[in-house]
């Protein structure tokens, strides 16, 4: 299903240029020839489409979700005489296309994991508790182009008797609570859990963090995986779960213990957690709601229970970077425009890639993926 093609108003504006410019600030140009290089993808001959042009336009095409292909290569292309003095040809449809599949995804997918990362510095208003970085696990969905293709591999959401208008690509990041950056993205098809996605996000947490979480992620075998990253957790739990008392704490909290698989094989031990209850009350006593948080933040003199009641609030932080991405960049009443599953994210969904650090890519043995469109800029197309 085509989109409606649209143009810049009136030519090449200021808005657009400073756009261009930030792409090639955020990765300059000796991070795009590291990602060509590492991934074997570096152009061996000239084109119209040069390597290094083709990772600046997928990146582009999140900025400019409304104008046609075309377009916004022609808006890349003035970026980049204006910016750095590149005259380049402005290739057709099918040129593009073949550029796109040419390259791949490997490239976008090193520049989005080696170079999207939190950005807070010690200043940054509402980033940190207690000296921690403050990041929200969750996940969404984003609408792809109504392809066959795209529907027989990501699928999307139905009744008994149709399907959905658009078939759909969930993912799981992680959000930094002060500058709303999504990293360490995982995408799937509609119908993989987050449970099963969050798996492959919660590797990205590290020491001096605090994840705040809701009750879909609060199993187990999740809260181990993060707690072994050695950040700090605070995660909502349902209400119903037994939670055994070991120590009532003076603020009304209290201790109990969680079992944690230790790196012995089939040995089991316990661990701390400090238990948050509280009501939140509605209009009506019907719509009181009962809030169960656990937390490795042990000591209430330091933590107050009221101080991180407040805190999990911003947890909804990461539902405002999803609004920013999906109504704001993308457009509210638009879809992903990749047609195809391999341009669409850099895996097959439900396809594991092979576990291979990316550094041995430079040794000549690599893994064949496919793709891209999300995997640049954090998912913005």
């Not at 293709?149 to 399907?163: L, V």
């Not at 120590?247 to 238990?275: C, F, I, M, N, W």
């Not at 405002?320 to 638009?334: I, N, S």
Request: net charge positive.
């Amino acid at each position: 299903m085509a989109r409606t093609q649209q143009k810049f108003e009136r030519g090449i504006g200021i808005g657009e240029r400073l756009s261009i410019a930030s792409i090639c600030r955020s990765f300059n140009a000796g991070s795009i020839r590291e990602a060509l290089a590492v991934t074997g993808k570096r152009s061996h001959r000239k084109r119209d489409l040069p390597a290094d042009v083709v990772l600046y336009y997928v990146i582009a095409m999140a900025l400019f979700m409304h104008v046609n292909l075309r377009e916004v290569l022609f808006c890349l292309m003035e970026g980049l005489r204006l910016v750095r003095g590149v005259e380049l040809k402005v290739a057709g449809k099918s040129g593009i296309s073949q550029a796109r599949t040419r390259i791949g995804a490997e490239p976008l997918r090193y520049l989005y994991e080696h170079h999207v990362k939190p950005l807070a510095n010690k200043n940054t208003e509402g980033a940190w508790y207690h000296g921690r970085r403050l990041v929200s696990l969750d996940g969404s969905y984003l609408d792809l182009a109504d392809e066959k293709e795209n529907r027989q591999a990501f699928g999307g959401p139905s009744t008994y008797k149709e399907c959905s208008a658009f078939p759909q690509m969930r993912f799981v990041c992680l959000a930094e609570i002060g500058t709303h950056v999504l990293f360490g993205a995982r995408m799937g098809a509609y119908r993989t859990s987050e449970v099963t996605l969050a798996r492959e996000v919660i590797p990205m947490l590290t020491p001096g963090t605090l994840c705040l979480a809701d009750q879909a992620f609060g199993g187990l075998a999740l809260w181990n995986q993060a707690l072994a990253t050695g950040a700090d957790l605070l995660w909502r739990v349902r209400a119903a779960r037994n939670m055994a008392m070991e120590k009532l704490l003076p603020d009304g909290t209290y201790l109990s213990r969680l079992r944690v698989q230790v790196a012995r094989e089939g040995h089991k031990e316990s661990k701390p957690v400090r238990v948050i209850e509280y009501l939140v009350e509605g209009v009506e006593a019907s719509q009181n709601k009962m809030f169960r948080l656990i937390t490795t933040l042990l000591d209430h003199r330091q933590f107050p229970a009221e101080e991180l009641a407040r805190l999990y609030q911003q947890r909804w932080e990461i539902e405002t970077a999803f609004d920013e991405l999906k109504t704001h960049l993308r457009g509210a009443r638009m879809c992903l425009r990749s047609k195809t599953p391999e341009l669409v994210c850099w895996r097959r969904p439900g396809i594991e890639p092979f576990r291979r650090p990316i550094e041995s890519l430079a040794g000549g043995s690599r893994w064949r993926l496919t793709g891209g469109e999300v995997a640049a800029g954090g998912g913005g197309n």
